[in-house]
Nanobody, 123 residues
């Protein structure tokens, strides 16, 4: 069973930065598309960013474009989310996600989810 573990969440002031990390358990030798979702209290879980198997293609929701950057790590199926210029509306639990596919067409649809890491941005 695939296990994803997120880290790097915390409390920051508006305008600050955080870097989230996601690592798959064990050794993985097949690279697939990965991404991040978030869920604020009382709201639906929403897509944030995704990256394909090689890192050559990325996708972002409009609200984070220009502020967040998704990247792949040196270890297969590890990803990062660099979050700059954070706003209070970015406050949410952030979930790492992985697809069985190498890429996507249209929406990024995950097959596996992490447990989430809390990001809180104060005014």
């Amino acid at each position: 069973q695939v296990q994803l573990v997120e880290s790097g969440g915390g409390l920051v002031q508006a305008g600050g930065s955080l870097r989230l990390s996601c690592a798959a358990s064990g050794r993985t030798f097949s690279s697939t598309a990965m991404g991040w979702f978030r869920q604020a209290p009382g709201k639906e879980r929403e897509f944030v960013a995704a990256i394909n198997w090689s890192g050559s293609s990325t996708s972002y929701t409009d609200s984070v474009k220009g502020r967040f950057t998704i990247s792949r790590g040196n270890i297969v199926n590890t990803v990062y989310l660099q979050m700059n210029s954070l706003k209070p509306e970015d406050t949410a639990v952030y979930y790492c996600a992985q697809s069985n596919a190498h890429d996507w067409y249209g929406d990024f649809i995950p097959d596996y989810w992490g447990q989430g890491t809390q990001v809180t941005v104060s005014s």
